[in-house]
C-alpha cells in the first residue's frame, strides 16, 4: 500500500502544470546578449541592442522590460514569447557621452513566476562624427540664422576661418550646405562649404547659428571641357543644356560648390530674366557684382553659346533659364568639373 501511494502521489505531482518549475530556481536565463557586455556608441549615431531570454517551463510566457529608466529617447520594443525577444534602439547625444548601465529584467508568467537575474549592460559612449551630405544622392543645408565666426575645427578654441552673415552680397538670406555633425561635450557643431576664397573651404561653426536642416537630392553638375550643364534628381538627368564659360584667363572654378539664391528683375540684359548665385568665387577676375562670385545667369548674346566666353560666369540662352528656374532650387550642390 505505502509503494502504492507514492507512485499515485509522484503521478499526480507530473500531472501538475508548473510544479517542476518550483523546483527549478533561476529557470529564466538571457540568451544575448551575454551578461556583462560592453557595447561602444557615438553620439549621433543609432544604437541597436538585441534582448533574447528563455524559460525552461516550455509552455511559460517570458516578457523582457526595462529595470529603471531607460536614457532620454531611448525605446525597447519587446515581444513576449519564449523566447522572447526585445530591441533596444537609442540616438545618444552630447549629454550621454560617458558610460551608461543599462538593465532590464526577463520574467515569465509560469506557475511559479520565474524571474532572470537582471540583465546588466554597460554602453561606452564617445564623441561622434555623422555624415550630413554625400551619403547616396542626398544634400542637406541650412539657412544662418545668427552672425556667425567660423573655425578650423569643431571647438571654439580653434582658429577663425571666415564670418557668417545673415545675409548674402545681394541681400538674399544666406545659407550653407552641411556636411558634417561633430557631437561633443563641448556642443554640436556643423561642418559647412564656405562661400569665400580659396574656394573649396570648409570650416566648423555652431548648430545654433544655423536652421533646421533642409534635404535635397538635386545635384547640378557643369562640366566646362562639355560646356553642358545637366541637373540630377535622386541621381537621374532631369535637365540637360549646352553653357558658356569662362575663358581661359578668367577660367570658371573648379570644384564643389552649392546655389545660394535667385534673382530676378534685372535691367541689364547681359543676365539675362534669371540668375543663380552660387558660393564659387572667382580668383581673378568676374563680371558678376558681390565681390567676385559666380553666377548662373541668361544672356542677351545666344549666339556665342556653347563656348568659353564668360569671365568665369555659366551663361545659358534664355529659354533654358527659364526653363532651370522652374525646377533648380536654392540649397542645391554644384559640381564645377
Not at 532572470?116 to 554602453?123: F, I, M, R
Request: charged share 15%; hydrophobic share 40%; proline share 7%.
Amino acid at each position: 500500500m505505502r509503494l502504492y501511494a507514492f507512485a499515485a502521489a509522484f503521478g499526480a505531482l507530473l500531472l501538475v502544470p508548473g510544479t517542476a518549475a518550483k523546483s527549478e530556481p533561476g529557470s529564466v536565463s538571457w540568451q544575448t546578449p551575454t551578461p556583462g557586455s560592453v557595447i561602444d556608441a557615438s553620439a549621433g549615431s543609432k544604437l541597436s541592442i538585441p534582448l533574447a531570454a528563455a524559460s525552461a517551463v516550455p509552455t511559460a510566457l517570458v516578457t523582457i522590460t526595462p529595470a529603471g529608466r531607460l536614457p532620454r529617447g531611448a525605446k525597447l520594443s519587446s515581444t513576449a514569447g519564449n523566447p522572447a525577444r526585445a530591441q533596444l534602439t537609442w540616438t545618444p547625444r552630447g549629454r550621454d557621452i560617458g558610460t551608461r548601465v543599462l538593465r532590464f529584467t526577463a520574467t515569465d508568467n509560469s506557475a511559479a513566476v520565474k524571474v532572470a537575474t537582471p540583465l546588466s549592460v554597460t554602453v561606452k559612449v564617445t564623441a561622434g562624427t555623422v555624415a550630413l551630405s554625400g551619403v547616396g544622392n542626398l544634400t542637406r543645408w541650412a539657412f544662418v540664422m545668427r552672425p556667425s565666426v567660423v573655425r578650423s575645427a569643431p571647438r571654439s578654441s580653434a582658429h577663425a576661418k571666415a564670418r557668417l552673415s545673415l545675409f548674402t552680397p545681394e541681400n538674399y538670406p544666406n545659407l550653407v550646405v552641411t556636411l558634417q555633425e561633430r557631437i561633443a561635450r563641448n556642443g554640436t557643431w556643423v561642418k559647412v562649404r564656405l562661400p569665400v576664397l580659396p574656394n573649396n573651404s570648409t570650416g566648423w561653426v555652431k548648430l545654433g547659428a544655423l536652421s533646421s536642416l533642409k534635404l535635397t537630392s538635386d545635384h547640378l553638375v557643369v562640366n566646362r571641357a562639355t560646356t553642358r550643364a545637366i541637373l540630377y534628381r535622386n541621381g537621374a538627368p532631369i535637365f540637360s543644356t549646352r553653357v558658356g564659360v569662362g575663358k581661359s584667363f578668367w577660367p570658371t572654378p573648379r570644384g564643389e560648390f552649392y546655389i545660394t539664391e535667385k534673382m530676378s528683375g534685372f535691367h541689364n540684359a547681359a543676365y539675362g530674366p534669371i540668375a543663380f548665385g552660387t558660393s564659387a568665387r572667382s580668383a581673378v577676375l568676374t563680371d558678376w557684382p558681390g565681390g567676385g562670385f559666380i553666377g548662373i545667369h541668361g544672356t542677351d548674346a545666344p549666339g556665342l553659346i556653347p563656348g568659353h566666353v564668360s569671365h568665369g560666369c555659366v551663361r545659358l540662352r534664355n529659354a533654358a533659364i527659364l526653363h532651370l528656374a522652374r525646377i533648380l532650387r536654392v540649397g542645391t550642390p554644384l559640381t564645377i568639373q
